[in-house]
């Protein structure tokens, strides 16, 4: 009986998955823990394995399409099965075909990530591929493995010894177009995950050798990707939650000499720098849990009262932006938020964030303090009802108590959801922001 390939869910907020390509073609045949398709959702790529063996007998979606989260999107089967001409829906639901002993959403929630998803545990791999790595003198934390939940088989490791490096770049259905129009790989860039080429690269190098483009014609790339996604979903926000921005000045005299003093401490105990970064994102935390408002999120015509107080951190990184998540910041330690904070960065540029590590965020602080940017209007990152916009520190002549005095001034900007949050609230919630920036000492009791 064909089995179906469902579009899985990654996040309890994820509702569609980018199909960014198709590792088989309709016809091939799929083995189990096989690379079978790579999807885009929530600014990372995932790449799913096939959990059946037989024939690709049919896929519904294209490249660059948006399926519904646990929408059938091809069947697994014998040859010559009798599989529906349209895609069935959520869960085959137009379809006779059933999951055996186990339910869609079971099914969805197994392990999915490919090595390009770095877990820091010893790699998985078959006792005959152990021993045939040591004796070709290879590490097998280097080895992308084929088999369930990237375990490593003996083909696999046959296949690194064999293979040169600049394969390892490519997606299997990339290389064997490549082979196929006599295409030289290494002349061609990859625009996939740190720089894997995939199938459009090598379409448009197939294009590019056909056809020569004229000098002065204007240089053009199609969205996609992580791109179109934060495009979608910066314009959904834009478009749909009624933006009101506040902005605020805050005197960071008492948080330069709290940073100056604790530096050594958390440098002890860490080996790492206290950033204000690190310092800001404790005080939003303080604050957040007096405000539960500001703390909810809107879905589905509701308004959900977070418990948890979850900090997503806006990371810039190659042609786009992902928002790592620090969980229950109110209950740590700026020491603890320092190693956190360092490490999603750090894997954020890399690209090796896990997916639990990008989702669950209950508000978004967006740091633009190492630019020459004042003040700016954050959009929010729904489906949370905030954000709060960092901008520079500068010296600027204050009046205090009737004196002019150079102080180091930041501007934070707060947009807000006006269909949750009023304008009093939201100015309550900077203000106690504020208050709490300029007594530090607060955030240590």
Known sequence: MAKEIFMPKLSSTMETGTL?????????????????????????????????????????????????????????????????????????????QSVPDETVAEKVERPLVAAS????????????????AKTKQVELTAITGSGPNGRVHVKDVNHYVSEDKVHSKITPLANKIAQQENVDITAVSGSGLNGKIVKQDISAAIQNNTTAAPASSEKRRKISGMRKVISDRMSQSAFTA??????????????????????????KQTGMRLSYTEVIVKAVGLVLSRFPAVNASFIKDEIVYNEGVHIGLAVAVTDGLMVPVLKNVNQKGLADLTMEAK????????????????????????????YAIDAFTPIINQPETAILGVGRMLEKPVVIKGEIEVRPMMTLSLSFDHRVIDGAPAAEFLTELKRVLENPFELLV
């Open 20 to 96: 960014l390509e198709w590792f088989k073609e309709e016809g091939e045949t799929v083995e189990i823990g096989e690379p079978l398709f790579e999807i885009l959702t929530d600014k990372i790529n995932i790449e799913v394995e096939a959990y059946d063996d037989g024939i690709l007998l049919k896929k519904y979606f294209n490249t660059d399409d948006q399926v519904p989260v646990n929408h059938v999107i091809g069947y697994i089967g014998q040859v010559n099965e009798q599989v529906p001409a349209e895609p069935p829906g959520e869960s085959g639901a137009s379809s006779e």
């Open 242 to 267: 009624p933006h009101v921005t506040l902005t605020s000045e805050i005197d960071m005299t008492q948080i330069k000499e709290l940073r100056v003093q604790l530096l050594p401490i958390v440098e």
């Open 117 to 132: 998803v770095v877990s820091g545990e010893t790699p998985r791999a078959t006792p005959a591929a152990r021993k045939m």
């Open 343 to 370: 490490d999603i960065g750090k894997r954020a540029r890399e690209q090796k964030l896990l997916p639990d590590q990008l989702k669950g965020s209950t508000f978004t602080i967006s740091n633009l303090g190492m």
